[in-house]
């Protein structure tokens, strides 16, 4: 079956630090990535659409200077989360699909960062 | 606006028996619904999904219905099992081919033995 790794599991850093989350397809080629965050005891709320060669596709409310995507190849897109601050401390997942209609999405494992 | 949405934040059954989730959806154009299981500190997983032509989708012990004229699906699991227990969360997808899914808050689910 599919699967998406991420990495890494969990990280913990400074306020005004960045850090880069990776997300990869491993068995299959990924056109569209999806990153989500989660905070605790809620849903999970949908950030962005990475595409492959593309520019990310933000929601609304989420800021794409903080929040940088790259999908650089069919199979990794990264989330980088720029200058942090504690309020940007959650559980980050992302997610991807394969190319077939109504293939449901597979998860990574998430990324829980906080910033202290 | 929550799109989606699951009332039941938690819910106990006994080993053996049913586990009957819930989930309301208040958009129309909603026509791929999905269930995912979650563990703390993990990805969800997906368990099942249906497509807006259906009303039942069955894979094992776990079974989906879709009523459309009511916005409610639910997912039905049993027998129920202790490894059950984990957060489930429902999903559902407006447009097609852009796999762009809303989820709902989620339902705690816990499998007493």
């Known amino acids: 079956g599919a699967v998406v790794s991420q990495h890494p599991s969990w990280v913990i850093c400074k306020s005004g630090t960045s850090v880069k989350i990776e997300c990869r397809s491993l068995?299959?080629?990924?056109?569209?990535m999806f990153w989500y965050r989660q905070f605790p005891k809620q849903s999970l709320m949908l950030m962005a659409t990475s595409n492959e060669g593309s520019k990310a596709t933000y929601e609304q409310g989420v800021e794409k200077d903080k929040f940088l995507i790259n999908h650089a190849s069919l199979t990794l897109s990264t989330l980088t989360v720029t200058s942090a601050h504690p309020e940007d401390s959650s559980f980050y997942i992302c997610?991807?699909?394969?190319?077939?209609?109504?293939?449901?999405?597979?998860f990574g494992n998430g990324t829980r960062l906080t910033v202290t | 606006d929550q799109q989606v949405k699951q009332n039941s934040p938690s819910l106990s059954v006994q080993e053996g028996r049913i586990s009957i989730l819930n989930c309301d959806y208040t958009n129309s154009m909603f026509d791929y619904f999905l269930w995912y299981k979650k563990y703390p500190a993990e990805g969800p997983t997906f368990l099942i999904s249906i497509s807006s032509i259906k009303d039942k989708n069955e894979d094992g012990r776990f079974t989906v219905f879709l009523n459309k004229s009511a916005k409610h699906l639910s997912l039905h699991i049993v027998p129920s099992q202790p490894g059950d227990s984990a957060v489930y969360f429902c999903?559902?997808?407006?447009?097609?081919?852009?796999?762009?899914?809303?989820f709902g808050t989620g339902t705690r689910l816990k499998v007493l033995a």
């Open positions: 997610s991807a699909s394969r190319t077939e209609y109504n293939s449901p999405l597979h």
């Open positions: 999903a559902a997808s407006a447009l097609k081919g852009t796999y762009k899914y809303i």
């Open positions: 068995d299959f080629q990924a056109t569209t």
